[in-house]
Nanobody
Framework: VQLQASGGGLVQAGGSLRLSCVASGRAFSSTSRGWFRQAPGKEREFVAAVNWGDLRTHYADSVKGRFTISRDSAKNTMYLQMNSLKPEDTAVYYC????????????????????WGQGTLVTVSS
């Protein structure tokens, strides 16, 4: 499976961006896909995930109420709508896939992710 992330850019604080992640391979119903991010000098951290079959979602506390994850199975594409962006949201955002996992479990599996995308840079200016 190859994951291709896009949609990053430069935005002012309070603005919005939508990230996309297109997958080359089909997802099973037990697969979760999600987003992680890595800010300069920091470790990669979980942002949000969605189960491809039942649409369960899970979010990091830092983005709840501001970010929304969704997917279009027909296009094999996942989205991350990011609203009310803050400078601390600045990071490279990576899409990821974990098979046989719930979104909540995926949030704790940074070292066991099956597939990673290449990342897209989001910069939020103050």
């Amino acid at each position: 499976v190859q994951l291709q992330a896009s949609g990053g850019g430069l935005v002012q604080a309070g603005g919005s961006l939508r990230l996309s992640c297109v997958a080359s391979g089909r997802a099973f119903s037990s697969t979760s896909r999600g987003w992680f991010r890595q800010a300069p000098g920091k470790e990669r951290e979980f942002v949000a995930a969605v189960n491809w079959g039942d649409l369960r979602t899970h979010y990091a506390d830092s983005v709840k109420g501001r970010f929304t994850i969704s997917r279009d199975s027909a296009k094999n594409t996942m989205y991350l709508q990011m609203n009310s962006l803050k400078p601390e949201d600045t990071a490279v955002y990576y899409c990821a896939e974990k098979r046989g996992s719930s979104p909540r479990a995926m949030s704790m599996m940074l070292k066991d992710i099956d597939y990673w995308g290449q990342g897209t840079l989001v910069t939020v200016s103050s």
